[in-house]
């Protein structure tokens, strides 16, 4: 590859190596390149002393979306979302749902461009409280995600980033300090899924669950994608449940998702709905109070429940919220308790709706 074809925005988060390499330090793999080489993620690349991100300011592509569907239930619920993704990522999950995007080495995927102060414009314009990182891992684009939170926060838009929490603790702060809300997925719990399934490891995404507990006002939920025969035993949804219990509390809410046959896993079943009910089972008995279901229709699981009452707060059928029980602090009506989340004095009113935009013409 001639060095003159790479292009891109300056990268963070690098080191000269004494080989005279260059050493990305934004994920644990921590790709080693020469001139003109490219990390695993292929968008971020070593262009003369410097590592260079390809994708900034060019997306896959807008879309207005219910932020339930991200997924979060306890960040402003009801709202819209104006979410986008760019290509490629740092991980090489057998089972990926969005393959297209996230697996692709095509630049010319990435129709829209659009510089951070357009994207906070347009969610602005559109009605939308928050923008999300999605579609593929926003950690691969660090720079271009930061600088359109930062745009974002500039004019009272949240930052919401859908990320599977694989970065390095020097990139991590960078990161997470100019995001709001985060969904992070916890494929599975054991190394052995990670190594198999994703080239990866489990430690590092349960440090970035930790960090986000601990050190940081970033409201974070998590999802696992539940695949038969992976990482759908009762032992592991059991060791699952009581490490998010123990570590990071009960009220981090947990979202269990049907897997789909996709991408380099078609002989694979789809996730029974018996299965995600049986998970949400074990994870309430395991002391979590707030355990969802995904990718199914099941009113009962897509909904929240007081912890101290059991009173039905907020009704969903799939992303349409049925019923708000919460009053203008985020209490339960019925009892007082404080329900965990970002909540409004009132639900949103965007309800399940999608809706395909350009920013261009917005």
Not at 291 to 298: E, L, S
């Amino acid at each position: 590859m001639n060095p003159t074809d790479i292009e891109g925005a300056p990268g963070r988060h690098w080191s000269r190596l004494p080989d005279g390499r260059i050493q990305c330090d934004v994920c644990p793999r921590r790709c080693k390149l020469a001139e003109g080489q490219r990390g695993l993620c292929f968008v971020r690349a070593r262009q003369g002393d410097r590592i260079v991100l390809t994708t900034y300011g060019r997306s896959s592509g807008y879309c207005i979306d219910p932020i339930e569907k991200k997924p979060l239930n306890h960040f402003l619920p009801g709202t819209a979302v104006l979410s986008f993704g760019t290509a490629g990522c740092n991980l090489t999950c057998k089972f990926c749902q969005n393959w297209d995007i996230s697996k692709s080495r095509e630049m010319d995927r990435l129709m829209d461009e659009a510089p951070p102060e357009a994207i906070a414009q347009a969610a602005e314009e559109l009605g939308c409280a928050s923008v999300a990182f999605t579609y593929n891992d926003p950690v691969i684009f660090l720079e271009y995600a930061v600088d359109t939170a930062k745009a974002c926060r500039a004019r009272g838009i949240r930052s919401v980033a859908v990320t599977a929490g694989y970065i390095t603790d020097e990139a991590r702060p960078d990161f997470f300090s100019h995001i709001d809300a985060a969904n992070v997925d916890l494929k599975g719990f054991s190394e052995r899924f990670y190594r198999k399934l994703c080239s990866a490891e489990l430690q590092p995404v349960l440090d970035t669950l930790r960090y986000l507990k601990h050190e940081t006002d970033v409201w974070f939920e998590i999802t696992t994608l539940l695949i038969p025969g992976e990482n759908d035993s009762d032992e592991e949804l059991q060791a699952m449940s009581s490490w998010i219990h123990d570590e990071l509390g009960p009220d981090v809410p947990l979202h269990f998702s049907a897997f789909h046959p996709d991408y380099k896993m078609q002989d694979k079943q789809r996730t029974p709905a018996e299965t995600l009910r049986r998970a949400r089972t074990l994870a309430r008995r395991a002391g979590l109070h707030y355990v969802y279901t995904g990718n199914i229709h099941d009113e009962e699981g897509q909904s929240t429940y007081c912890p101290s009452c059991g009173t039905r707060v907020i009704g969903r059928d799939w992303y349409r919220l049925t019923e708000w029980k919460l009053d203008p602090k985020g209490c339960c009506s019925a009892c007082g308790t404080r329900i965990a989340g970002v909540f409004q004095e009132r639900p949103g009113t965007w309800g399940p709706r999608r809706l395909p935009v350009r920013l261009a013409t917005a």
